[in-house]
């Protein structure tokens, strides 16, 4: 079947079975845009390319399949940028078309030319400037190949026009669909290894019956690996305590006796101490970040670690395990229980672990993540406004954050009882992420409710993509948290820079967030005192077809803790001034 | 200079654009060090080797492979120890030297077992080439009479055969854990 190479793209894109991409024409990737009237493939035309990238991003964290966003060169490439950035930094999986200028004239600073293949080179898993439009069905394999599997990422594929331009010879081709083993011959570098060693698999075993003080630190590669449920058995298996970090919340159950919660910079007290004092740490697809370990040679000081990642490079790159096993997670976890009740079952007993229990549970009972109480008078707690979202929300809601404070009182005092419920951006820590990455999960699970919580800092980054949410019909729910600051760097100037406060303070009326929701086409509602909250909440809650943003006046002084200040160890960690009386 | 703890990487790639420079920008942007590089097409023209002098003294030898071995166009990279390889260098010298000591210069050549490429009265271009450790030590002999250019190639590397074999450290993508 003779083609051309627009057709072959789109054809390729359908064979991969995408039901959906997000993105907006230009000069460049035109050609791509005509064939795309004549295919099933729904398009949801984005107000800016960044959103069309974190839409790809909130689908494929929701629905574990690769977000695909398509864009013109030049600028518009380079508006994507940062969402594959925010992919690399999460490991999401998704792919990213960029069209590019005719082969003839790359290299001549022609108009709306961007090397986009060399300025992603650092932040994508892997590109490709695509050279012959008869390479196109195998370039577009290779490319969610490679996004979907191992650990996943971003994956770009630049197309110059004259590949698939109808009009130009060059763009001529022959269908063909290449094979699993045509992909591979492709790819001869590239065997990402799943199953762990059996021998590092018993050793761990071993060292997990044996501890006295183990807990588990999982994160998001559980998600990635899907691999929730082996999680669970490990842990009720061996009755040990389970940490999840901010890209795993929903990865285990928050109602479960064992849950502990988020550790780190912002984690609860209970996580944090309990790294810094286990004799054990069983480190599942998680990387050890800074915003986890705090000073490093200060993190987990007594701990021997077990490590089982996908990627080579995260085994030692932060800390030397004392058991590296390379593998996706919900392989290794499910032959872990399986050697864990083969030894169990020959007599090997665990170790007695009741003093540790009670540690835990005392830690819990005097630390838990609370704040105080609202006062006659003042503005809305912002934590409050999460609970009650939360109480509020239909079963099966997703909930999707900015980045600041709000985030973190997101993963605090939301309830995550099942995986795939959270969207956020945890390593590149990018604001405006919340609305579109709603956006885009809504369209992958449009039977769920979809809430994003965001800072009035964040919304105003990118909340132009609720006038695409409305015109498309996606009916996301916005809840801005407007305290008029940048919260949390007002936070770190307020504990770490003498209250001077420096180019933080946005406006608490300028923007008219009712208004502006208005105009774009989305239901409007403003709350400012504690009564208001619950039904303007369960308005929103009602209202399904089209967007609702409801803005809550929120108290500026709210910070967030516990904190471990940037650069500290974990034992240095700060409590709410109101537990603080209490100590020791 | 001689405390510089420099290890050499054997870096089977796929011949394809780019390749280089995204090798190049992992070292960059991870801050690794390259002392020098080497790249050329292998007998089979859909790979190339590139040979990279690395200075470890700030990052683990295994942290670099790793990173290096997730680039998708990366194929297979041997550690090569000096022991157990065959590492070679070639160099260009313009030697500044007028026809008074003309015969120094010639008996350093004859002793390296280098060759003059060009003479002309102040000036002469030798080549050399060896092991890297030898062509430092030439540099170091001519230059007190003035060196006017250099270029060396970086080294370039192969195991040894036979029993040496053995000894070379295979890092194989699938195996490295």
Same mark, same amino acid.
């Given at each position: 079947?003779?083609?051309? =190479?627009g057709?072959?793209?789109?054809k ?20 791509? *845009? ?24 909130? *689908? ?37 078309i &960029? ?8 290299? &001549? ?62 763009s ?83 109602s479960?006796?064992?849950?502990? =919660?988020m550790? /780190?910079m ?7 101490m ?36 996908i ?55 005097? *630390? ?8 006659? =008078? ?11 979202l ?6 099966? &809601? ?24 959270w ?31 965001? /800072? ?28 008029? *600051?940048?919260?949390m ?96 | ?9 054997? +870096? ?6 780019? !390749? ?18 080497a ?35 990366? !194929? ?6 000096p ?13 500044a +030297? ?5 015969n120094e +210069?010639?008996e ?35 230059r ?8 060396r ?25």
């Amino acid at each position: 079947m003779k083609l051309n =190479g627009g057709q072959a793209l789109i054809k390729s894109l359908e064979a991969e079975g995408v039901d959906v991409v997000f993105g907006l024409p230009g000069g460049a990737i035109l050609p791509v *845009y005509d064939p795309l009237l004549d295919s099933p493939i729904r398009h949801i035309l984005v107000r800016h390319e960044q959103g069309a990238g974190h839409m790809a991003e909130g *689908y494929a964290h929701v629905t574990g399949r690769p977000g695909v966003a398509m864009v013109t060169s030049g600028p518009g490439a380079t508006n994507i940028v940062t969402p594959l950035l925010d992919a690399y930094m999460d490991s999401v999986p998704m792919v990213c078309i &960029t069209g590019q200028v005719a082969r003839p004239s790359i290299g &001549t600073d022609a108009f709306q030319e961007a090397d986009i293949t060399g300025i992603t080179q650092a932040i994508t898993k892997h590109n490709f400037l695509v050279q012959s439009a008869q390479d196109i069905p195998m370039v577009v394999r290779e490319a969610f190949h490679i996004a979907t599997t191992g650990r996943p990422g971003p994956v770009l594929i630049d197309l110059p026009k004259d590949l698939v331009d109808a009009n130009s010879p060059a763009s001529a081709m022959e269908w063909g669909w290449p094979s699993d083993a045509d992909v591979a011959a492709e790819l001869p570098g590239y065997k990402p290894n799943t199953k762990g060693h059996p021998l590092k698999i018993r050793q761990a075993a071993e060292m997990i019956l044996a501890a006295k003080r183990p807990v588990i630190y999982a994160g998001g590669g559980i998600l990635k690996s899907r691999a929730a449920a082996e999680l669970r058995e490990l842990a009720e298996l061996c009755d040990i305590h389970v940490i999840t970090t901010l890209m795993a919340r929903g990865a285990f159950p928050d109602s479960h006796p064992l849950a502990l =919660g988020m550790p /780190g910079m912002h984690g609860t007290y209970t996580s944090v101490m309990s790294m810094q004092k286990a004799d054990l740490l069983i480190a599942l697809g998680t990387r050890f970040d800074d915003r986890v370990t705090g000073k490093v040679s200060g993190f987990a000081p007594d701990a021997k670690v077990i490590h089982v990642d996908i990627d080579p490079a995260e085994l030692g790159k932060v800390r030397q395990p004392d058991v590296p096993i390379v593998g996706d997670c919900r392989q290794v976890i499910g032959e872990l229980v399986h050697v864990l009740r083969e030894l169990i079952a020959h007599g090997t007993e665990a170790a007695d672990r009741s003093a540790w229990r009670s540690t835990i549970s005392g830690w819990q009972e005097r *630390y838990p993540i609370a704040y105080e109480p609202h006062v006659e =008078g003042d503005a809305l707690k912002p934590q409050a406004v999460v609970e009650q979202l939360h109480a509020a929300a239909p079963e099966g &809601t997703i909930l999707a954050s900015g980045v600041g404070q709000h985030q973190m009182w997101c993963s605090q005092y939301w309830r995550y009882e099942e995986p795939y419920t959270w969207v956020n951006s945890g390593g590149a820590g990018t604001m405006g992420f919340a609305v579109p990455a709603a956006i885009g999960a809504k369209v992958g699970r449009p039977d769920h409710t979809v809430w994003a919580v965001d /800072g009035d800092g964040c919304f105003q980054m990118t909340a132009q993509e609720l006038i695409t949410a409305s015109t498309e019909q996606i009916p996301v729910k916005i809840a801005i948290l407007n305290n008029g *600051y940048l919260g949390m760097v007002r936070q770190w100037q307020e504990m770490f820079y003498d209250e001077r406060y420096s180019e933080v303070y946005l406006s608490l009326d300028v923007p008219d967030y009712v208004k502006w929701a208005e105009a774009m086409g989305c239901v409007g509602i403003r709350v400012e005192s504690p009564e208001e909250v619950a039904p303007a909440i369960d308005k929103a809650n009602e209202i399904d077809d089209r967007p609702v943003v409801v803005e809550f006046r929120t108290d500026d002084r709210e910070k967030v803790f516990p904190m471990v200040p940037g650069g500290r160890s974990n034992d240095d960690i700060v409590v709410p001034p109101f537990q603080r009386s209490e100590e020791i | 200079m001689t405390a510089r703890r420099l290890h050499t990487l054997s +870096v089977l790639v796929e011949n394809r654009s780019g !390749v280089l420079a995204r090798v190049a920008g992992l070292f960059a942007r991870r801050g690794y060090n390259i002392e020098s590089l080497a790249v050329a097409p292998t007998d089979d023209e859909s790979l190339s080797r590139i040979t990279v002098v690395v200075d470890v003294e700030l990052t683990p030898i295994e942290q670099m492979v790793k990173q290096l071995n997730k680039l998708i166009n990366v !194929v297979k990279i041997t550690e090569l120890d000096p022991r157990d390889s065959i590492q070679r260098e070639l160099c260009i010298v313009t030697v500044a +030297v007028d026809r008074d000591r003309r015969n120094e +210069v010639l008996e350093l050549a004859q002793i390296f077992e280098a060759r003059i490429l060009a003479v002309a009265h102040t000036s002469m271009v030798v080549s050399l080439e060896g092991e890297p450790d030898k062509i430092d030590d030439f540099e170091e002999l001519v230059r007190p009479f003035g060196i006017i250019e250099m270029q060396r190639t970086g080294r370039i590397a192969l195991a040894k055969l036979e029993r040496s074999t053995s000894r070379v450290r295979h890092i194989d993508k699938a195996k490295a854990s």
